[in-house]
Every structure is written in structure tokens, then in C-alpha cells.
């Protein structure tokens, strides 16, 4: 499993509590990604990355926030005001900047108490 | 933006049958469309992927087609196996090359 590593595998949010998923990947790749898979209803993006110190909005970027401050790190915050936050996020890479080839990660559960 | 409609939504075959999914995309500008395959408690991993420059791809016994015109394309799987069964997933890239929109899936349960 390695190149692209998502930690913790499961989270769980209290109510009002913010919460931060990991994605590190040390696959050299300049964009990041993250999606959010909710059960039939696919993959919808949240918030994607092309450089370093640079991120752009996806569809369903609400109650989300992110930061790129390193190539290889792209972490996620899920807020208190993500009403709905219970997931399955998944964090992807790829070598361009065109979402071509996504590497994904294992992805990360989370669930609120 | 653009919307991508994947069907069936369930897909089931006998082994050593072939399969079929289909997707429509709403923006002709669309340029590239990868399927990714998850199995059950595992990542998405890209299966094959073609441009709009192109009308079909083959790898092994999987292969996509194009139909620009329609603004359609298709995932055929042929001579099923067990460990084909999994969720597969088309995408579309958007016109500004941003973004890739995902239908909803399409679970292929293969018997043997």
C-alpha cells in the first residue's frame, strides 16, 4: 500500500468538533485530491490541488477546509459545519495537473457519534 | 457543469459472459474518460481510459468505446471472472481539465 497513505482508516466526530483526515504521498505527484464516496452516489470531489500553496473548490467543498503547504501532504478538515460528514473519504494524486491517472488512497471511514 | 449517468446501476453475468456498462456525459467539450474499478474494501484503481481523439481501446479482455456523437461511452468486459465483480466507475473530465465528474457506479456480480 504504499505511495499514497490516508490516516486514521476510521474517525469518529463528536457533534460541534472539527476533525482532520491525512493524506501523505510520496509519489512525486503535483495534484491532490479529495473525494467523497457516499454509498451509490459515486465519487464527488471536494476540494482538488495543482501546486503547492494553491487549492481550488470542487462540488461539494462545504463545511471542508484544506491546505497544501507541502508537495506531498494534503490534509482535510471536516467542520462543525459539514452537517452531514459520515463517509468515506478518499484522497487521490496524480502525476499532472489534468486528472489523469488518479493513484488513490485506502481511504478514511468517518462517522459521527 | 457536466454530468455523467452511468447504467445499469447492478449488473449481474455468468462467468465467461461479457458485460457491459454505459455512460453519458452532457459536455461535448469533454476530452478524456477513464473507468476505475473498486472492490469490495479496497481503493479505486484506474482500468482503462480513453481520449475523445480516439474511438476505441482495447487491453486484454477489456475495452472501452466512444461515441462522441452521442456523447456516450462504454465499458466492455469480456470472458468474465470471479474476480471481476467489483464496483466500476466511469468519468468524464471537465472542459476547463479540472476536474473529473464520476457516475454513480455500476456493481458487476460475477458467478461461477
Known amino acids: 500500500d504504499g505511495g499514497i497513505t490516508q490516516s486514521p482508516k476510521y474517525l469518529f466526530r463528536k457533534e460541534g468538533q472539527n476533525v482532520t483526515l491525512s493524506c501523505e504521498q510520496n509519489l512525486n505527484h503535483d495534484a491532490m485530491y479529495w473525494y467523497r464516496q457516499d454509498p451509490g452516489q459515486g465519487l464527488r470531489l471536494i476540494y482538488y490541488s495543482q501546486i503547492v500553496n494553491d487549492f481550488q473548490k470542487g462540488d461539494i467543498a462545504e463545511g471542508y477546509s484544506v491546505s497544501r503547504e507541502k508537495k506531498e501532504s494534503f490534509p482535510l478538515t471536516v467542520t462543525s459545519a459539514q452537517k452531514n460528514p459520515t463517509a468515506f473519504y478518499l484522497c487521490?494524486?496524480?502525476?499532472?495537473?489534468?486528472?489523469?491517472?488518479?493513484?488513490f488512497g485506502s481511504g478514511t471511514q468517518l462517522s459521527v457519534l | 457543469g457536466e454530468n455523467v449517468e452511468q447504467h445499469p446501476s447492478t449488473l449481474s453475468v455468468q462467468e465467461g459472459d461479457s458485460a457491459v456498462i454505459k455512460c453519458t456525459y452532457s459536455d461535448s467539450a469533454s476530452n478524456y474518460f477513464p473507468w476505475y474499478k473498486q472492490e469490495l474494501g479496497k481503493r479505486p484503481q484506474l482500468i482503462i481510459d480513453?481520449?475523445?481523439?480516439?474511438g476505441e481501446k482495447k487491453d486484454q479482455r477489456i475495452a472501452v468505446t466512444l461515441n462522441k456523437t452521442a456523447k456516450h461511452f462504454s465499458l466492455h468486459i469480456t470472458e468474465t471472472q470471479p474476480e471481476d465483480s467489483a464496483v466500476y466507475f466511469c468519468?468524464?473530465?471537465?472542459?476547463?481539465?479540472?476536474?473529473?465528474?464520476f457516475g454513480k457506479g455500476t456493481t458487476l456480480s460475477v458467478s461461477s
Open positions: 487521490a494524486s496524480s502525476i499532472g495537473s489534468h486528472n489523469e491517472k488518479l493513484f
Open positions: 468519468a468524464a473530465r471537465d472542459q476547463a481539465g479540472t476536474a473529473l465528474i
Open positions: 480513453i481520449r475523445s481523439n480516439v
